[in-house]
């Protein structure tokens, strides 16, 4: 089956390593949207007009499946593109924010783009799973996800966000780009378990393949 996957750059990677661990023998495609990095910071309807360019050229290609291994895109844009394209079969990725309630932790820090912690749906996802007497705190991270993409000095904007920030027992990257400086924001944790969605999103593609091949064998 063809799987197409794509991200404001580089982040998303690391969602396609997952999904290869347990899908390795499905085609992919992947598209790194660098030149529109990052996404936090687009309007609604530019997201939008973004993301749906992509989600053509990857239908053309002949995706069945396709991965938004972005946050900001999936909490702005899965609901409209779904509907635009009823043919095709969405997976997004959201901030682990069901894994974290599920936790022992009492003191949760989400840490995220600008234009995901803005989001209604992460506003929801609060709402929905936090758990009485959990303090789950949200921190916008301007540009380090452009920082990250383009091989910055990731560290200069980490102090300044999270230098002073160590009292938390769980920290979620609600970023793709997070993930791949897990190490060096685990150094402003030391205490802290560090978290991502991105086993998860493997795990419903896993599914929706599985369901689609026993489908096309009934067929």
């Known amino acids: 089956m063809k799987i197409g996957v794509f991200d ?5 990677t690391v969602i396609l390593d997952e999904i290869k661990k347990v899908l390795p023998d499905e085609e992919y495609r992947y598209i790194a949207d660098s030149e529109n990095c990052p996404y936090g910071d687009k309007s ?11 989600v053509d050229d990857l239908r053309n290609w002949g995706a069945k499946i396709i991965v ?19 043919d095709l079969q969405f997976v997004g990725t959201e901030p682990a924010v069901r894994l974290a309630a599920k936790s022992d932790a009492k003191k949760v820090l989400v840490m995220a783009t600008p234009g995901t912690i803005k989001s209604e749906r992460l506003t929801m996802l609060l709402k929905e799973n936090k758990k009485e007497g959990q303090d789950i705190s949200l921190l916008s991270c301007p540009r380090l996800a452009e920082t990250i993409e383009a ?20 920290v979620v990257l609600g970023c793709t780009h997070y993930s ?22 493997a795990r419903r593609v896993a599914e929706l393949v599985l369901k689609s091949k026993k489908i096309d064998r009934i067929v």
Request: with cysteine.
């Open 151 to 170: 091989g910055g000095d990731v560290n200069k904007i980490l102090t300044k966000l999270l230098k002073g920030q160590d009292n938390y027992d769980l």
């Open 68 to 86: 938004i291994a972005c946050n900001t895109a999936t909490t702005k844009c899965i609901k409209k593109l779904r509907k635009m394209y009823p």
């Open 44 to 54: 609604y309807a530019k997201l939008i007009r973004i993301t749906s360019d992509i």
């Open 180 to 201: 791949l400086i897990k190490d060096d924001i685990q150094k402003f944790f030391p205490n802290a378990e560090l978290i991502d969605g991105n086993e998860g999103v």
């Open 8 to 12: 404001s750059g580089k982040g998303g």
